[in-house]
């Protein structure tokens, strides 16, 4: 680390930090509904190609560009070109789009521990089947329901990041991640053993590629860096934290491996079950909240408690996204000047407000009657966050990375300054970073809004 900044304390540490930032709402709440919306195995034949292609090579540029300056974006890209400080601006763009994704992502993780908590109690499962599409309408447009929620969840996040890098962020991430798994485990075991699951599993892995048009490539693309947490500039914070002995290729690899996976089980959990109970898979957003109760419901005793732990691993995983999030506004003021707690306390009354907004612009909320565009505000921000800001982030690192960027200063950081072997380093560098992943992202980008 350039500056004395405290780090994670391991690769392991640095790994379920990571991967806890990448695995999210993205995994288990868009993914699965971006696979019913764009062809099933279609859409996660592009998906995995953009993940390893061009996520996980964004992945490994912000981790070099975070150890290497050992700071977070808006000092780290003019502190590797102290002769073109405009470049600061790349990482002043992603803290607004952190912000603005913390925002939306509050409120999704606000409903999401409040169907967790109204699954405790036994409300979700005294719901008839035919009411929950009603519930979740009434959910949403409650006046108080949605903001509680969201300000207990916004609550836990900060305590975590009060708690620190190390005693906080990489703690609470070494306990929640191998938790997770095991819950997803348990639930697509529940889901592959229901009636009629194989036709859930023929849905996700069946390629339908007339459902795949050019809107569909750019969403998914963003989905890919979105759900690899990059584009915004959050993992050149973490990579600031990336112990000098680190290994970046090993530590992006497993990241991506278990983002990837866990993305895929998340669908092999939801879509059998949801076939089984009848239900239709192309639910969008509502899909988790309307449709997945209903399934629950249809197990019997046991659906109550699928329901509690379903709503559990949401909560979590959403949790340690959070946690990267609110760490990267905070790592961003405190290289500011500002004082650590200070800065995320700062950034949570802010965040709130935003969300409080956000909240209520969701369908029959109290400010869903303000559509500028024709869309509410929620929608803006998940478009927005979803598939336009990550990939023009995304394209400007990779410039900087490929093009302005000192090819020494990336091979001696990739390399641990001589001591690992990367003979991968022509092909990553001269074709992955110069060429494919910033010509794909262009693509993609200018098709997608054109389109
Ligand atoms: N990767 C998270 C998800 O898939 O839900 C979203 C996210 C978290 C994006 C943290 C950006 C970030 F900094």
Redesign the pocket.
């Known amino acids: 680390m350039a500056n004395n900044k405290t780090g994670f304390t391991s690769s392991f540490g640095v790994i379920m930090a990571a991967a806890g930032?990448?695995?999210?709402?993205?995994?288990i709440?868009?993914?699965p509904y971006i696979c019913g919306q764009y062809g099933g195995a279609a859409c996660l034949f592009v998906y995995l190609l953009f993940v390893f292609l061009i996520g996980m090579v964004l992945l490994m540029t912000e981790f070099v560009i975070g150890r290497r300056s050992g700071f977070s974006p808006e000092k780290a890209f003019p502190a590797l070109c102290p002769k073109r400080p405009a470049w600061k601006l790349v990482g002043l763009y992603g803290m607004f789009?952190?912000f603005l994704?913390l925002s939306i992502?509050l409120v999704i993780s606000g409903w999401t521990l409040g169907y967790f908590w109204e699954s405790v109690t036994g409300t979700l499962s005294s719901i008839a089947n035919d009411g929950f599409a009603d519930h979740f309408e009434a959910f949403v447009a409650s006046p108080w329901k949605p903001v509680v929620f969201l300000v207990v969840f916004l609550a836990f996040t900060l305590l975590v990041i009060l708690g620190g890098v190390q005693k906080g962020i990489e703690k609470v991430s070494k306990l929640l991640m191998p938790i997770l798994l095991v819950l997803v485990l348990l639930l697509c075991v529940r889901s592959l053993t229901l009636p009629g699951a194989s036709k859930g599993l023929d849905y996700l892995f069946h390629p339908n590629f007339a459902l795949l048009n050019w809107e569909g490539i750019l969403a998914i693309l963003g989905q890919a860096l979105?759900?690899?947490?990059?584009g915004?500039?959050?993992?050149i914070v973490y990579g600031s934290y990336i112990p000098r002995d680190s290994n970046i290729l090993k530590t992006a690899t497993w990241i991506t491996v278990c983002?990837v996976s866990i993305a895929v089980l998340a669908g092999i959990a939801i879509f059998p079950a949801v076939f089984a109970a009848g239900q239709d898979p192309a639910g969008g957003p509502g899909l988790v909240y309307q449709v997945l109760p209903v399934v629950f419901n249809s197990m019997g005793t046991v659906g109550q408690i699928f329901a509690i732990l379903f709503f559990l691993l949401l909560s979590l995983?959403?949790l340690t996204?959070?946690i990267?999030?609110l760490e990267?506004l905070t790592a961003w003021l405190a290289d500011r000047g500002m004082k650590r707690n200070v800065a995320a306390v700062l950034v949570s009354v802010a965040e709130a407000a935003l969300g409080v907004f956000v909240a209520y612009s969701f369908n029959g909320g109290l400010l869903s009657h303000i559509t500028p565009g024709g869309m509410n505000l929620f929608d803006w921000v998940d478009k927005l966050t979803g598939a336009y800001l990550?990939p023009i982030g995304a394209l400007l690192t990779v410039i900087f990375f490929g093009w302005v960027m000192k090819k020494e200063d990336i091979y001696d950081e990739l390399s641990n300054h001589g001591v690992l072997k990367v003979s991968w380093f022509k092909v990553f560098y001269h074709i992955l970073v110069r060429f494919v992943a910033p010509a794909a992202l262009l693509v993609s980008l200018v098709a997608g809004i054109l389109t």
């Open positions: 930032s990448a695995v999210g709402l993205g995994n709440w868009r993914f789009t952190c994704i992502y979105f759900s690899l947490s990059v915004m500039g959050a993992m983002d995983a959403a996204s959070a990267s999030l990267t990550p």
